[in-house]
């Protein structure tokens, strides 16, 4: 990682900068994961349906065991989508148990279902590190996934000027979160620059605790 400098955990965009590590997020299309770059693979909850699930899940399986997929994901519960909710529920055991048995990290989306989801990480007994990406919630929430042992990452709505999460973000310890772009057209060394004013943390400060705590998650 000598010519790293930004970590972009999370991110939809396919093209890659300079000094960036971004790890891509696929829900689909598992044969685009190369051997370039790195990936997180997993079922999202809004692109699954009973009559494929079977197969999609062996494909997602293979796909997982590539040495540069990095995290099983983004997978979980989301009760805003349409999807079936017991097949959402049986998506996601089958991928916590994936994540378990191939010791990768675990990349979640949650949609207004965090009782859900973490009851069902403690009913599995996760084993590996767990990430809530996309997090822009209340610091109550924050705090009971942080008690977990869990891990946090915000995106683009630390830019906003009124964004909540600002508050919650500069109260997360700073070995419990990640940056991300996800499927936003921000710019990654953007969000670093609001993430180190919001922490009032010297930038390079912040660039070496995120490669630190995305060694410390991402063991290879």
């Not at 869990?150 to 070995?175: C, H, M, Q, R």
Request: aromatic share 10%; proline share 3%.
């Amino acid at each position: 990682m000598q010519d790293i400098i930004y970590i972009d955990i999370h991110t939809h965009h396919t093209k890659t900068m300079p000094s960036v590590l971004s790890v891509q997020s696929l829900y689909q299309n598992f044969e685009q994961v190369g051997n370039d770059g790195q990936y997180s693979v997993g079922l999202h909850p809004w692109y699954i349906n009973n009559d494929t699930f079977d197969a999609k899940f062996r494909e997602l399986e293979q796909a997982a065991k590539g040495d540069n997929v990095m995290a099983v994901g983004e997978c979980g519960l989301d009760k805003v989508c349409d999807t079936d909710w017991d097949l959402q529920v049986r998506a996601f055991s089958k991928q916590v148990n994936l994540a378990n048995r191939l010791r990768k990290p675990l990349v979640i989306h949650c949609v207004r279902a965090y009782e859900e989801v973490l009851g069902m990480l403690k009913d599995s007994a996760v084993n590996v590190p767990v990430i809530f990406h996309g997090f822009n919630k209340k610091w109550q929430l924050a705090e009971q996934i942080l008690k977990q042992g869990y891990y946090l990452s915000f995106g683009a709505a630390i830019l906003k000027e009124d964004a909540g999460a600002k508050d919650v973000f500069n109260k997360v310890p700073a070995d419990k979160f990640f940056l991300e772009t996800d499927d936003r057209d921000a710019s990654i060394i953007d969000i670093y620059n609001a993430a180190a004013s919001i922490r009032k943390t010297p930038p390079d400060a912040l660039i070496l605790q995120l490669r630190k705590n995305f060694a410390t998650v991402f063991k290879r």
